[in-house]
């Protein structure tokens, strides 16, 4: 067999590459192997915050949590007997987090990133009961260490259940005006609360004006916030706002007033 000098080194170039291949793949594989025997070192929690900076949770709660569950803090557990997915599920068990993730560095550092659930609206019911609904329509109890500025939903709300959005109710309706609010800049700006009335009718109070605006339910909200911002432009400038009680706008394409009863 005749191999010219090029072909032999060649292969001898080749075979020296593939031995380097399996010394690194030999070497990874330790190294999986040790750190999967090696103790978590250092748990580090990282909380990300509301947009305003508040926070519903502390990361002593969490650890906590934690404890509670594990009856231990992490510190010293193997690797490969740590179930990251199950402790991601442990995490969201909690009513103010919405999203879990835990991960192990090449240091053996525990790293567990919390995201928590955004109020978007509070209700105080009649009945007594006072939570918060998130941008989803979850429950939420109150925090022991923030108050969302966020519309509270007062009178006749209907009860909550963890269904309430696939039927028509009054807690759905006010959860339709706020989430339609969040996506108008003059309504988000305006709107504080929204009153239940007794024949079922929502009633909006603002910032501005000691009026209300009755809506009437969540339907048709695009042409009841293009209404009211009409209004607000233009019919207030001939009314003035002192001289209104309430602004009708249930009706279709029109806008009823009430000026203020005189004793």
């Known amino acids: 067999m005749n191999w010219n000098k090029d072909r032999i080194i060649n292969v001898i170039s080749t075979m020296g590459w593939c031995s380097v291949a399996v010394l690194f793949f030999m070497g990874a594989s330790a190294a999986r192997e040790n750190m999967a025997h090696q103790g978590i070192k250092k748990v580090e929690y990282h909380l990300k915050h509301l947009t305003d900076g508040n926070d519903l949770i502390t990361i002593e709660e969490i650890k906590e949590k934690v404890i509670k569950t594990y009856k231990l803090d992490l510190v010293g557990v193997e690797v490969d007997l740590l179930d990251l997915e199950g402790l991601e599920r442990v995490l969201r068990q909690e009513a103010f987090i919405v999203n879990a993730d ?14 928590q659930r955004t109020p ?90 000691d ?6 339910d969540d339907t048709r909200m695009d042409e009841k916030i293009r209404k009211l911002k009409t209004f607000f432009k233009d019919g207030l400038k001939i009314t003035g706002w002192k001289n209104i009680e309430t602004i009708n706008l249930k009706y279709d394409k029109q806008v009823v007033t009430r000026s203020p009863s005189k004793v």
């Open 102 to 115: 835990a991960y192990i560095d090449a240091n053996e550092i525990l790293h567990i990133d919390i995201s």
């Open 120 to 209: 978007v609206l509070r209700v105080m019911g009649l009945d007594g009961s006072n939570y918060y609904l998130d941008a989803e329509g979850y429950k939420l109890p109150l925090s022991r260490h923030f108050t969302a500025r966020v519309p509270i939903v007062s009178g006749g709300v209907s009860e909550y259940k963890d269904d309430f959005l696939k039927n028509k109710n009054t807690l759905k309706s006010a959860f339709s005006v706020v989430q339609a609010a969040r996506k108008d800049e003059f309504l988000s700006a305006w709107l504080e609360g929204i009153y239940v009335h007794n024949d079922g009718d929502l009633w909006l109070s603002g910032n501005v004006g």
């Open 211 to 216: 009026f209300k605006v009755i809506i009437g």
